[in-house]
């Protein structure tokens, strides 16, 4: 790519398809899953569920047909990602034996440290039992209680299956509802992902890795972003060294962005994409799935790495704080508020939440931007959205009295009373 700078259309656009959240779908049912979770590179998992958990929105925003038991099967009965980590997030089996040589460092932790000098035989207690007796949950453990310690349970059980599960002794099995089922480490991950990478293997893997996650990364950003995935601290030389060694095998470029003033890193390999995005043209490399975001709007999910911890405002000049924390006088929209993509832009954001007793989806709060459209083609988008959103949680009637332009509320009505009433 000549030239080093990008527009912030292109910026928007890039972050958007390399996520495969546009020009549109690109992976379909359930395989599809696990080649959006290599695309995605990780998953946040969240617990919360008052329509869907923040993960099954994530993957419905990206696998066509998606269904939340989907996600289930992949990871746990298939074997094709694991959970893991303090921030909670699913990633590909194909990485665990990274994973597995960094996990040993999480011995350094002070916290494990004083566990393990108040309870010193309570991890080697519970992989015993799990040996014997095979998957367990947290609640199947007799442990003793705690007087003192809060963090990660109230039995001493419970820290040690915590404990042991970030060293990669035992790994999550399966879940019920959300809790997690353990196992040994051993019995969960397939015989061909036990290896152990290289140390060093596994430091280069993650330096990668973040950029790919982050698809465009501030520079002065790599340091802490690299540091936090290997476990260790590095030092201003490290970081330096390691951008310019990356930089000079061709794994890395270094780019301007519209409206930033500092440099900003990516994969050498995304440039095409870039170059592409610049001359107004999508990648051959996104093949995607009708209908696109243009024709059909697709829901956010809160932890959305494209809109989460500030990228709306970054990115798409659009304000999003996920407001479940906050207390009901502090928020400004809703408990559960998603925003809402129609063709490469954040339009509107509405807050959702499902009745499971009469399958209805309630809209309790609908918010438009200034500038966003209101046009018939968008009260189209917006109801096929919503349809394809319904059917993926269960839903067959809505609310949508909170929606006031009436052309946007009537063509969301028609479309559910057409599918669901045969009129």
Not at 181 to 206: G, H, N
Not at 401 to 409: D, T
């Amino acid at each position: 790519m000549s030239n080093t700078s990008i527009s912030k259309t292109t910026f928007r656009r890039f972050l958007l398809g390399i996520q495969g959240l546009w020009p549109s779908r690109r992976f379909s049912g359930l395989p599809g899953v696990t080649s959006a979770l290599h695309q995605m590179e990780a998953l946040q998992l969240d617990p919360l569920v008052m329509v869907a958990r923040s993960q099954d929105i994530a993957m419905y925003g990206r696998v066509l047909n998606y269904k939340p038991e989907y996600l289930h099967q992949t990871a746990y009965e298939h074997r094709k990602a694991f959970d893991y980590g303090a921030w909670l997030a699913m990633y590909p089996m194909r990485e665990f034996p990274y994973w597995h040589a960094i996990m040993p460092r999480v011995e350094s932790y002070s916290r494990l440290a004083l566990f393990k000098k108040n309870f010193p035989e309570a991890m080697r207690q519970v992989q015993e039992i799990l040996r014997e007796n095979g998957p367990m949950s947290n609640r199947d453990f007799q442990g003793e209680g705690l007087k003192y310690w809060s963090y990660r349970g109230r039995k001493d059980t419970s820290v040690a299956l915590f404990y042991s599960w970030l060293l990669g002794d035992v790994m999550i099995t399966s879940r019920k509802g959300f809790d997690r089922v353990y196992d040994l480490r051993e019995r969960v991950i397939p015989t061909e992902y036990q290896r152990v990478a290289d140390i060093s293997e596994a430091e280069d893997f993650f330096a990668r890795k973040q950029i790919a996650f982050a698809g465009l990364l501030r520079e002065k950003r790599f340091r802490t972003s690299w540091s936090n995935s290997i476990e260790r601290k590095i030092s201003p030389h490290e970081d330096i060294q390691k951008l310019a060694e990356m930089t000079e095998r061709g794994i890395i470029a270094h780019l301007q962005v519209e409206g930033f003033k500092e440099t900003w890193i990516t994969l050498a390999e995304n440039l095409p994409h870039l170059e592409d995005l610049e001359s107004g043209k999508i990648p051959k490399a996104w093949k995607s799935k009708n209908p696109t975001t243009q024709d059909e709007v697709t829901l956010l999910a809160p932890l959305e790495i494209v809109t989460a911890r500030g990228r709306a405002k970054q990115v798409f000049d659009f304000e999003y704080i996920w407001e479940v924390y906050k207390p009901l006088h502090q928020r400004r929209w809703g408990y559960y508020t998603l925003p809402i993509l129609y063709g490469d832009d954040l339009v509107a954001r509405l807050d959702p939440k499902l009745d499971r007793k009469t399958n209805t989806l309630h809209i309790l709060g609908f918010w438009l931007e200034d500038d966003a459209p209101k046009d018939s083609e968008f009260a189209t988008a917006l109801a096929k959205g919503l349809l394809r959103f319904a059917d993926m949680i269960g839903a067959d009637k809505i609310d949508v009295n909170a929606i006031k332009p009436v052309k946007l509320r009537s063509e969301v009505k028609r479309m559910f009373k057409e599918k669901y009433n045969g009129n």
